[in-house]
């Protein structure tokens, strides 16, 4: 592995020997500033002798981990303990990098690669790619910040629907590492710590407007499927008392106006989802996780419990009897509607 690297984009692999080299393939155009590195966390497929090929290969560019199953979680901590580049991405095993956008990031973070003037994110558009059309619609995060300036939170602007996902951000590596941070390992749905757990750190951020990460949207497996969700609704639960639990509010109060505004709503939009999902079940069962889950924030922070429910998200999380819940459910299947996920998830 060569000296010098700008980025590392660490692929966490369970059984993608299907999909792993078109991943690795989109990421080459970034040369040998770029770290590729596969983490394969407990495959019984093909996957590691996939990525050990690919490693020889690619020696100066790929590196491989074979590691027991953990979780994509684990996988992810791996890759912040073991990351050479000076910042870090997230690629998972079917999703890709637009090509012709990578020379134009490569060349943003080697502007932005003294200690001097690094950002601590990076961030920018994403596509969902569909099994009958890559690039079926774009995620543009226009408007935030003047593209490719390194700014701080009070001189952008983040409205309620300026929500980060895991695929449009791009961190400095030692950012990571210098708040200690690792996340759960042996469940799903953490991507949302990683959002949001981290983002309170941040001073320094940079956005690149360009659709840099193609999201695939097309297997019935993946964990963004209603179905899946439902039958996984305990540990997205649980995802979100982490979350929720992680800042008090006087604490959050303390970060400039617009990095508060963000990850307030962050919190909100996922108690939002999260809520709907709770009432699409319907039963004792998630009415009890509903319960205990407001029931958790307002124990860890009376003045956050009440902020959140009079957000105009956490009103619609709260409105009464069943009708409310109806409602919820109703905007919750229209935002996705909107975008067709669950026409794309249901496609093989």
Same mark, same amino acid.
């Given at each position: ?50 990525? &050990? !090929? *690919?490693?020889? =290969? +690619? ?8 590691? /027991?199953?953990? #979780? ?22 079917? &999703? !890709? *990098?637009?090509? =012709? +956008? ?8 080697? /502007?932005?690669? #003294? ?234």
């Amino acid at each position: 592995m060569s000296e010098g690297k700008l980025l590392t984009c660490v692929i966490p692999s369970y059984n993608s020997a299907a999909y792993l080299e078109r991943a690795v393939d989109s990421l080459l155009p970034g040369g040998e500033e770029m770290e590729i590195l596969i983490v394969n966390d407990g495959s019984t497929d093909e996957t590691g002798a996939l990525a &050990d !090929r *690919l490693a020889a =290969e +690619h020696p100066t560019i790929v590196r491989v981990h074979h590691q /027991e199953n953990g #979780g994509h979680g684990s996988a992810l901590n791996y890759g912040i303990a073991h990351a050479e580049g000076i910042y870090f991405k997230v690629v998972d095993s079917d &999703d !890709r *990098l637009i090509k =012709e +956008h990578i020379p134009g990031l490569m060349d943003l973070l080697r /502007e932005h690669s #003294g200690p001097d003037n690094r950002a601590d994110l990076v961030y920018h558009d994403y596509v969902y790619d569909r099994p009958e059309k890559e690039s079926a619609f774009r995620i543009s995060f226009a408007g935030t910040a003047k593209p490719g300036v390194l700014h701080t939170w009070n001189e952008g602007r983040f409205f309620l629907w300026s929500q980060f996902v895991i695929h449009c951000l791009i961190y400095r590596t030692q950012l990571l590492r210098d708040i200690g941070y690792t996340l759960p390992e042996h469940i799903y749905y953490e991507d949302n710590l990683y959002v949001y757990q981290p983002m309170a750190h941040i001073r320094k951020l940079i956005y690149y407007h360009a659709p840099l990460y193609g999201y695939f949207l097309g297997r019935g497996d993946q964990s963004v499927n209603e179905q899946n969700m439902m039958k996984r609704l305990d540990q997205l639960t649980e995802v979100s008392k982490k979350q929720m639990t992680t800042y008090r509010l006087e604490e959050l109060k303390q970060l400039p106006k617009q990095q508060y505004k963000y990850l307030i709503n962050n919190c909100c939009g996922q108690l939002f989802n999260v809520c709907a999902l709770q009432f699409i079940e319907d039963s004792e069962r998630s009415h009890r996780m509903n319960r205990e889950m407001w029931e958790t924030v307002r124990a860890f922070d009376p003045a956050l419990y009440k902020k959140l429910r009079r957000h105009p998200l956490g009103r619609v999380c709260c409105l009464p009897g069943r009708a409310g819940e109806r409602l919820l459910v109703f905007f919750y299947r229209y935002g996705r509607r909107m975008i067709k996920i669950d026409r794309a998830v249901s496609k093989k």
